[in-house]
C-alpha cells in the first residue's frame, strides 16, 4: 500500500555544470600536486526539490545515485529522518562536467537545509568524498566564475581555491557532447593516476607561469586570444601525458575531429573539460558563436551522435532557497 506524505516546507537547490579547463602541476615536487583551473557555466544544471519524509527516496532523472548519497551522509550524521527528493534536471554524467560533485553538494545542502545540520560545502565534499584532486566544483557552487584552486598538499582536507575571476560577460561558450562515450572515471580514473609516468617538473612550472602570467591577467583585460594561448598549453601538455589513459590527447575520436575543425577555423580557445568526453570552445561574442555554431552542425550534421549546446560563463554560485509544501505518494 502507498503511502501519502504531507511535506511542510522544501527545499530546493540548483547547481551548475564546470569546465575543468587543465591542471597545472601533475608534478608535486614542491610539496601540492594538481593544481587546476575551470569555469562555471549557465547550464546544463542539476536542479534537485527536497522534503521531510521518513526514509530516503527520490524520483527523476539520477534518482538511485541521490538516494545513495542521501544514505552515506545520514549514516556519517547519524541522523535520524529521512528526505524524499524531485529530480528536475541533472547535468550529464561522466561527461567532464562535474555531475558528481554536484548532485553531492545538491544532495547534501538539501539535506543541511532540512535537518539545519550547520554544514558548509567543505563538510559535504568531504563527507561524500569530493574533490579528491580538484576544488573547481565546489569553487564554482560557492561563487560561480573562473575557478583556480592550489592542489593537494601533504595535509590537505580539499585543495583550496586560490584565486577567482569573473567569467567576461560578452564570451560564449560552445559544449560538443559525444554520446557514444563517457569519460574515465571511478576505478579506472584512480589507476590512470597511479599508474602514469611522472608529469616532467619543468613542464609544470611553465604550465604555473601560463596560468599566472596569461591566463588571469587575460580574463582582467577580457583578451581572449591571450586566454586562449594559456588553455591551448594546459591542453595540450596535460591531454598528451593523460593519452596512454584516454586513447590520445582527447577522449573521443569525434570530439577530436571536431576540435580541430575549430582550429583550422582560427578559434581562440578550445580543448576537452577534465577527462571527457565534452570539448568546448570559447567564442569572443553571441554573434561569433551563432556563426561557428551554425558552421559545426552543418559540417558535422553525418555524426548523429554529437551535440552541440550554446552557453555562458556563470558568475555567481549555487542556489539553495525554500519551496512550499506538497503532498507526495511513496
Same mark, same amino acid.
Not at 555567481?316 to 525554500?322: C, N
Given at each position: 500500500?502507498?503511502?501519502?506524505?504531507?511535506?511542510?516546507?522544501?527545499? @530546493?537547490?540548483?547547481?551548475?555544470?564546470?569546465?575543468h579547463? %587543465?591542471?597545472?602541476?601533475?608534478?608535486? $615536487?614542491?610539496?601540492?600536486?594538481?593544481?587546476?583551473?575551470?569555469?562555471?557555466?549557465?547550464?546544463?544544471?542539476?536542479?534537485?526539490?527536497?522534503?521531510?519524509?521518513?526514509?530516503?527516496?527520490?524520483?527523476?532523472?539520477?534518482?538511485?545515485?541521490?538516494?545513495?548519497?542521501?544514505?552515506?551522509?545520514?549514516?556519517?550524521?547519524?541522523?535520524?529522518?529521512?528526505?524524499?527528493?524531485?529530480?528536475?534536471?541533472?547535468?550529464?554524467?561522466?561527461?567532464g562536467?562535474?555531475?558528481?560533485?554536484?548532485?553531492?553538494?545538491?544532495?547534501?545542502?538539501?539535506?543541511n537545509?532540512?535537518?539545519?545540520?550547520?554544514?558548509?560545502?567543505?563538510?559535504?565534499?568531504?563527507?561524500?568524498?569530493?574533490?579528491?584532486?580538484?576544488?573547481?566544483?565546489l569553487?564554482?557552487?560557492?561563487?560561480?566564475?573562473?575557478?583556480?584552486?592550489?592542489?593537494?598538499?601533504?595535509?590537505?582536507?580539499?585543495?583550496?581555491?586560490?584565486?577567482r575571476?569573473?567569467?567576461?560577460?560578452?564570451?560564449?561558450?560552445?559544449?560538443?557532447? $559525444?554520446?557514444?562515450?563517457?569519460? !574515465?572515471?571511478?576505478?579506472?580514473?584512480?589507476?590512470?593516476?597511479?599508474?602514469l609516468?611522472?608529469?616532467p617538473? $619543468?613542464?609544470?612550472?611553465?604550465?604555473?607561469?601560463?596560468?599566472?602570467?596569461?591566463?588571469?591577467?587575460?580574463?582582467?583585460?577580457?583578451?581572449?586570444?591571450?586566454? %586562449?594561448?594559456?588553455?591551448?598549453?594546459?591542453?595540450?601538455?596535460?591531454?598528451?601525458?593523460?593519452?596512454?589513459?584516454?586513447?590520445?590527447?582527447?577522449?573521443?575520436?569525434?570530439?577530436?575531429?571536431?576540435?580541430?575543425?575549430?582550429?583550422?577555423?582560427?578559434?581562440?580557445?578550445?580543448?576537452?573539460?577534465?577527462?571527457?568526453?565534452? %570539448?568546448?570552445? !570559447?567564442?569572443?561574442?553571441? $554573434?561569433?558563436?551563432?556563426?561557428?555554431? @551554425?558552421?559545426?552542425?552543418?559540417?558535422?550534421?553525418?555524426?548523429e551522435?554529437?551535440?552541440?549546446?550554446?552557453?555562458?560563463?556563470?558568475?555567481?554560485?549555487?542556489?539553495?532557497?525554500?519551496?512550499?509544501?506538497?503532498?507526495?505518494?511513496v
Open positions: 500500500m502507498k503511502e501519502i506524505i504531507i511535506n511542510k516546507q522544501g527545499v @530546493s537547490v540548483v547547481t551548475t555544470a564546470r569546465l579547463m %587543465g591542471f597545472f602541476d601533475l608534478n608535486g $615536487d614542491l610539496g601540492r600536486r594538481f593544481g587546476s583551473i575551470g569555469v562555471s557555466l549557465n547550464h546544463p544544471a542539476t536542479e534537485l526539490h527536497a522534503w521531510h519524509a521518513s526514509t530516503f527516496t527520490a524520483e527523476g532523472p539520477g534518482a538511485a545515485r541521490a538516494v545513495r548519497l542521501a544514505q552515506k551522509l545520514a549514516a556519517s550524521l547519524q541522523l535520524e529522518g529521512g528526505m524524499h527528493m524531485q529530480l528536475i534536471n541533472i547535468i550529464p554524467e561522466h561527461a562536467l562535474g555531475s558528481g560533485t554536484q548532485m553531492a553538494l545538491a544532495v547534501g545542502l538539501a539535506l537545509r532540512l535537518h539545519d545540520l550547520g554544514l558548509f560545502i567543505r563538510d559535504v565534499a568531504m563527507l561524500t568524498e569530493r574533490g579528491a584532486r580538484s576544488g573547481i566544483g569553487g564554482t557552487f560557492a561563487t560561480g566564475g573562473v575557478i583556480i584552486d592550489g592542489g593537494r598538499g601533504e595535509h590537505t582536507v580539499v585543495p583550496p581555491v586560490i584565486a575571476a569573473e567569467f567576461p560577460a560578452g564570451w560564449r561558450i560552445i559544449l560538443i557532447f $559525444d554520446h557514444t562515450q563517457t569519460g !574515465v572515471h571511478g576505478d579506472a580514473e584512480i589507476a590512470a593516476f597511479r599508474n609516468p611522472q608529469f617538473s $619543468d613542464a609544470a612550472a611553465i604550465l604555473c607561469r601560463h596560468v599566472l602570467m596569461q591566463a588571469l591577467p587575460a580574463l582582467a583585460e577580457q583578451d581572449l586570444d591571450a586566454f %586562449g594561448a594559456a588553455i591551448r598549453e594546459l591542453q595540450i601538455r596535460t591531454g598528451d601525458h593523460f593519452a596512454p589513459a584516454q586513447g590520445g590527447r582527447y577522449a573521443s575520436p569525434r570530439v577530436t575531429e571536431v576540435l580541430s575543425w575549430l582550429e583550422s577555423a582560427g578559434v581562440a580557445c578550445f580543448g576537452q573539460s577534465s577527462w571527457g568526453p565534452t %570539448g568546448f570552445a !570559447v567564442l569572443r561574442d553571441e $554573434d561569433e558563436a551563432t556563426s561557428i555554431l @551554425s558552421r559545426l552542425k552543418e559540417a558535422f550534421a553525418h555524426h551522435s554529437l551535440e552541440f549546446m550554446l552557453c555562458e560563463g556563470r558568475n555567481e554560485g549555487g542556489i539553495v532557497s525554500d519551496i512550499p509544501e506538497i503532498a507526495t505518494v
